[in-house]
Structures are given as structure tokens and as C-alpha cells.
T-cell receptor, first 116, second 116 residues
């Protein structure tokens, strides 16, 4: 299994400001993933964070809006920049681990962001 | 990219068996089928993973016909605490985020409500 600590768990922010979300994993992983989940919706992959290189962003997401840091193999941050109410969502980080039988994705508890 | 289709919602009663079928007509040879469960205010949690025929673990069974174009998650004797959203994912778990497009993509999910 993997233990993922994500913080803050929730925040209410003013539009135009930025919020940085932190994700700490209990052991080293090559890739960490950031998702967004809008209210009542499924998860959408924002980007993949590799240590030592720039993150790879999915269609519809750009680095200027969602800068990501990956300073080491157990930690990553996602910043939501210049926020607007449309950014109100749950943001989740994730890692993938291959065990003896299965390959599983593990998720943090998520950060519930409300932009007012 | 193997897309999945599953029912939007299902209602059941305590003690009943719940079967959720997922369609994935263009599943690829290397793709596995993985199911996740998500409770409100939590990240998704791995339930079960399979490639063909039948897989069973302590919480669920996964039935996959020979053509692999669909799969059925079976939850035996559900309780109120099984109320959650269940996601069917199709992809190569060993390379889930390959840039070529074979990513683990979350579909819409099935919202299961277990009633007393």
C-alpha cells in the first residue's frame, strides 16, 4: 500500500489569489499524478509530475495556471494560480504501486477548494 | 484509448448482491480492468483488478467474458457502508500513464445507493 498525506484538506480562497497544495508519499515513487474532481463529477487528470523534469500536462491544463513542483521522490506540490470560482473543485494527488498481484493507484484524501 | 460505459446509478437494499456491468468494446490486448470505490470526501480506493475470466477477493468478484468487451463487478450482500461511487477503468496498469494515450481514465462511475 501507499500512505499519501495531502494538505490542506480544504480551503476557501479569494478570487485572484493562489493556493499551493502539498502531497507527501511514505516512500519513493517515480511519478506522481494530480487530478481534479469537480462537484458531482468524475476525476480528470491534470498532469504527471516526474522528479527532475517538468510536469506533463493533459489537454486543457497549462503550467501557468497549475504549476507543479517535484523536488524529490516523495513530495510534490500543485499550485492553483489566479483562482476563479470555476476552480472550485477537489484536487487529489495519486501514485501507482505494483504489488505481488495487482497494480493499484493510491490517492490522497483530497483538497476541497472553494473560490469566492 | 479504451472508453468505458457504466450505469449512472443503481439502488439496492442491505443484504442484496449488487452487480455493476461496464462496457469497454475497444479494450486492447494489454489492458486490464480495474474497479475503484469512492466515498464522499475521500480519494478513490482500489477494489479489484482482472484480465480475464473471474477474479475474487475479500470484498468483490470480477467477471470478465471471453471477448473482454465488458466486465461485471459483483458486491455480495451489500451494507449501508457500501454506498459509494464505483469506477471501472481500463488500461495497461504497468504503464498507466504512457504518453501514447494508454492512460488510466476515469469514466463517469456508477453511484450505488444501499437502502436499509
Amino acid at each position: 500500500s501507499a500512505v499519501i498525506s495531502q494538505k490542506p484538506s480544504r480551503d476557501i480562497c479569494q478570487r485572484g489569489t493562489s493556493l499551493t497544495i502539498q502531497c507527501q508519499v511514505d516512500s519513493q515513487v517515480t511519478m506522481m499524478f494530480w487530478y481534479r474532481q469537480q462537484p458531482g463529477q468524475s476525476l480528470t487528470l491534470i498532469a504527471t509530475a516526474n522528479q527532475g523534469s517538468e510536469a506533463t500536462y493533459e489537454s486543457g491544463f497549462v503550467i501557468d495556471k497549475f504549476p507543479i513542483s517535484r523536488p524529490n521522490l516523495t513530495f510534490s506540490t500543485l499550485t492553483v494560480s489566479n483562482m476563479s470560482p470555476e476552480d472550485s473543485s477537489i484536487y487529489l494527488c495519486s501514485v501507482v504501486r505494483t504489488g505481488r498481484v495487482n497494480t493499484e493507484a493510491f490517492f490522497g484524501q483530497g483538497t476541497r477548494l472553494t473560490v469566492v | 484509448l479504451a472508453k468505458t460505459t457504466q450505469p449512472i446509478s443503481m439502488d439496492s437494499y442491505e443484504g442484496q448482491e449488487v452487480n455493476i456491468t461496464c462496457s469497454h468494446n475497444n479494450i486492447a490486448t494489454n489492458d486490464y480492468i480495474t474497479w475503484y470505490q469512492q466515498f464522499p470526501s475521500q480519494g478513490p480506493r482500489f477494489i479489484i483488478q482482472g484480465y480475464k475470466t473471474k477474479v475474487t477477493n475479500e470484498v468483490a468478484s470480477l467477471f470478465i467474458p471471453a471477448d473482454r468487451k465488458s466486465s461485471t463487478l459483483s458486491l455480495p450482500r451489500v451494507s449501508l457502508s457500501d454506498t459509494a461511487v464505483y469506477y471501472c477503468l481500463v488500461g495497461d496498469p504497468h504503464h498507466p500513464f504512457k504518453a501514447a494515450g494508454n492512460k488510466l481514465t476515469f469514466g463517469g462511475g456508477t453511484r450505488v445507493l444501499v437502502k436499509p
